[in-house]
Nanobody, 125 residues
Framework: EVQLQASGGGLVQAGGSLRLSCAAK????????IGWFRQAPGKEREGVSR????????HYADSVKGRFTISSDSAKNTVYLQMNSLKPEDTARYYC??????????????????WGRGTLVTVSS
C-alpha cells in the first residue's frame, strides 16, 4: 500500500524558514516523481515544486523560485522542501503527492494519484 506522510509545518514569522518532509511507504521515490502542492483557505490547490529522480528534473512555481528548494534522500526515502524567506502568502496546507502514471503536467493536481494528508504552514506578518 502506497502511503505518503508530510510533516514539518508550523508557525513562523515572515522572513523565516521551515523544512517540510515527505516520507513514503510502499514505494521508493526513485521510481516516481514527487510533487509538493499547497492549498490556502478558499483557494485552489496549486503546484509548488516537483522532483523526479529518474531524469533529474526539478520544477518550481514562479511564486517560490529562489526561495524554496526541493531535494530527496534515497536512503531515507524522503523528499524535502526547504522554504526560506517565507511570506504571509505562503500560508497554506502543504501536501506531497506521487505521480505513478507519468503525466506531463507537473503542476496539475490531476497528474498525481497518491496524496499525503498535508501539513499546515502559517506565516505571520
Amino acid at each position: 500500500e502506497v502511503q505518503l506522510q508530510a510533516s514539518g509545518g508550523g508557525l513562523v514569522q515572515a522572513g523565516g524558514s521551515l523544512r517540510l518532509s515527505c516520507a513514503a511507504k510502499g514505494f521508493t521515490f526513485d521510481d516516481y516523481p514527487i510533487g509538493w502542492f499547497r492549498q490556502a483557505p478558499g483557494k485552489e490547490r496549486e503546484g509548488v515544486s516537483r522532483i523526479s529522480s529518474s531524469d533529474g528534473s526539478i520544477h518550481y512555481a514562479d511564486s517560490v523560485k529562489g526561495r524554496f528548494t526541493i531535494s530527496s534522500d534515497s536512503a531515507k526515502n524522503t523528499v524535502y522542501l526547504q522554504m526560506n524567506s517565507l511570506k504571509p502568502e505562503d500560508t497554506a496546507r502543504y501536501y506531497c503527492a506521487a505521480d505513478t502514471r507519468g503525466f506531463p503536467s507537473w503542476d496539475s493536481r490531476h497528474s498525481y494519484d497518491f496524496w499525503g494528508r498535508g501539513t499546515l504552514v502559517t506565516v505571520s506578518s
